[in-house]
């Protein structure tokens, strides 16, 4: 009577074992397919601006419960915002489709459109591209506008002008225009309130700004 009792209860002690193994794994593969995925943004920019966008969209995802949560990732500047996603570091990136190797990539969200705009200051004989012959740019941005720098050149045959191309931070600007070290700037903005005071306030108030 003793081995039937145990080989019942040995079943029966197979049997819960096998439905609480099975409700385990359920249990697994529910919060793996219910738990967040998380993407990391590289983000990088002069001004900042494209981090704290990124991190309000990452506050805005995460306080609504959404199953996407994005990871941010400030490498500083745009160029290094796209060797991140181009190295593979980084599943997404906030970056211009003309800098750094974007071949394989895919536009998911477009957030704004830059311009290219050559600005010179008040009172400047500078009026158009042919003023410029043996004048020096400013590059604002430096590396991450090589690029443009480069198809500017081209089409407007500025080498043969005797252009010149100085990389300049966003802090060295205002110095160099005042120290006349640059004669123009190069800088790529979105048109908005915002970035057109920051360009505003490389020069000195005036009523009167060239832009071509």
Known sequence: MIAPRLSRWMRVAL?????????????????????????????????????RLMTTVASRLASTHSRTRLKIENTGTALGAAQAFSSGRADLAVVRPDVGELSA?????????????????????????????????????????????????????????????RDLALSDVQQALQSK????????????????????NFFERSPKRNQH
Do not use: C, W
């Not at 943004?41 to 002069?46: F, T």
């Not at 459109?113 to 009026?127: C, D, L, R, Y």
């Not at 591209?129 to 407007?156: F, M, P, Q, R």
């Open 15 to 51: 049997v819960a074992s096998l439905i609480a193994f099975v409700a385990g794994a359920a249990l697994l593969v529910y919060r793996y397919v219910m738990s967040p995925l998380t993407l990391s943004v590289a983000v990088g920019s002069i001004d900042g601006e494209s981090a």
């Open 105 to 165: 990539a895919r536009t998911v969200l477009l957030l704004t459109h830059g311009v290219a705009m050559i600005v010179v200051p008040p009172g400047s004989a500078i009026e158009s591209i042919d003023d410029l012959d043996s004048k020096t740019v400013g590059v604002v941005g430096g590396e991450v506008n090589h690029a443009l720098v480069e198809a500017l050149s081209k089409v407007y045959d500025l080498t043969r002008a005797k252009v010149r191309f």
């Open 181 to 200: 070290q640059v004669n123009a700037l190069l800088v790529v903005i979105p048109l908005t309130e915002q970035y057109l005071s920051i360009v505003r």
